[in-house]
């Protein structure tokens, strides 16, 4: 028998982070694995192609029965936990208490729900789980459904892409002047708004939503300019926030996120955190590769092993198939860079490089993102670029055939 590992939330990180530990210590702990979802861990990355009916379910589950079976997981799925009670070193669930020795906190984000009447109306739906993509699915399947997304960053889009590819009359409501802006410059921005109003999706930007109304359920969108979209259904895809209730309840140090060191170990020692629900060194993490490298910190502190997180840059893609979006680091530039633009809205193609100091810092690519890896790759490594600062733009392939 080894200790008591108890896991609350099966989501991508947990997930990965079971898989590292039954790898380095496979004996140390029997596992009790709770989930809020009546379901295992899935790839929740995968839910867009769902969405859009280019995947099902079951190819994107990432751990089975069988699996959970073969590591002797007691699953708890459907089971939200309530409380943690660190005196007594249990979990609280609506079947009682789970006593634990080790316990790690992987609960990930809630949706945030733009504060405005009517967002309890039935048919506003957040994009994150399962039911909301089945519950989606159901509305768009009617004929001509309308379909209002409030954000127009890469949730957004992802979801407007796949309801309109499924049949359904799509708006993208977006507060800011242009699309992805934590991730796009205006001039990519824009490139994406034409490809996805030449698709047929209708795109307002600058858009203060003022109320959801119906009776019920969601009848249409009003704007602060007086304008009203109908709506069958509304999506909000506003932003996350780190869900760490059970955290705070228990008075672990919170901020943003529930506090972590570089071993993810909250500020009681006996407590991991890992995920979106996790800060690390004033940062929480909204994409899986930093969250990855949490999992296999995690793991490694479980198994009494010596490892130290590290922040990880990443890139951006989104998954819309038939545009190509990349962007990585800094990619507005601003003071001390310079920046390499190259822009053909004849095929919209629009690559920027920024620059400072000899090294490569930030980089988006709109159309022609093929060269997107290796430019991150220059950027996480800061590597001198005078060498082929003038072919960089002209991609790997051609710097590669003037190096040889
Ligand atoms: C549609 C979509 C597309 C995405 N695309 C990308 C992408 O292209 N690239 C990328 O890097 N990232 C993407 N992401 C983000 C990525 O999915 C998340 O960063 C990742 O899933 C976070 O992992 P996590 O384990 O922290 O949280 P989650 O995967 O959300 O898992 C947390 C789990 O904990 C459960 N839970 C919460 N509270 C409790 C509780 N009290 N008791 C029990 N269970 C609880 C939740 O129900 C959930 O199942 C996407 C996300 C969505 C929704």
Not at 18 to 33: G, K, M, N
């Amino acid at each position: 028998m080894g200790e008591r590992l108890v896991v609350v939330g099966s989501g991508m990180a947990s997930g990965r982070m079971l898989e590292h530990l039954f790898e380095i210590a496979p004996d140390a702990y029997d596992v009790t694995l709770f989930g809020a979802e009546p379901r295992g861990n899935y790839n929740r990355i995968l839910l867009s192609p769902l969405l859009a009916g280019q995947q099902t379910f079951a190819e994107i589950v990432t751990h089975d029965a069988g699996w959970y079976a073969a590591h002797h997981v007691a699953c708890r799925f459907g089971e939200t936990v309530t409380k943690i009670d660190r005196a007594a070193k249990t979990v609280h669930s609506r079947h009682g208490e789970t006593p634990y020795d080790k316990l790690v906190i992987a609960t990930g984000s809630a949706p945030f729900m733009i504060p405005v009447a009517g967002r309890e109306l039935r048919g506003v739906l957040s994009f994150r789980d399962l039911d909301d993509v089945e519950a989606m699915i159901a509305v768009a399947e009617k004929s001509r459904a309308n379909v209002v997304v409030i954000g127009g960053g890469l949730l957004g889009l992802e979801a407007a892409a796949a309801l309109h590819a499924r049949g359904a009359s799509v708006v993208v409501l977006h507060l800011m002047d242009h699309l992805m802006e934590l991730q796009l410059d205006p001039a990519a921005g824009r490139l994406l708004q034409k490809e996805m109003e030449g698709r047929g999706i209708r795109i307002h930007c600058r858009a203060q939503t003022t109320a959801i109304l119906g009776h019920r359920r969601v009848e249409a969108v009003l704007l602060d300019d007086g304008t009203i979209y109908p709506a069958d259904l509304v999506v909000m895809a506003a932003g996350i926030r780190p869900e760490t209730r059970i955290a705070t309840d228990a008075r672990l140090q919170v901020e943003r996120g529930i506090l972590v060191n570089d071993r993810m170990q909250t500020s009681d020692a006996g407590i991991l955190a890992v995920g979106e629900c996790a800060q690390h060194d004033g940062a929480c993490y909204g994409f899986v590769e930093p969250l990855y490298a949490m999992a296999a910190v995690a793991a490694k502190t479980l198994a009494g092993e010596d490892a130290v997180f590290r922040p990880v840059r990443t890139a951006t893609h989104l998954k819309v198939s038939g545009i190509n979006v990349f962007s990585a680091g800094d990619f507005l530039g601003g003071a001390g860079t310079e920046a390499i633009v190259l822009s053909d809205p004849g095929v919209a193609t629009y690559k920027k490089l920024v620059i400072r100091e000899d090294r490569l810092v930030g980089a988006v690519l709109f159309g022609d993102t093929q060269d997107g890896p290796w430019y991150l790759d220059l950027i996480r490594s800061g590597t001198p670029i005078a060498r082929f600062r003038d072919d960089l733009m002209f991609g790997r392939a051609l710097v590669e055939r003037v190096a040889a």
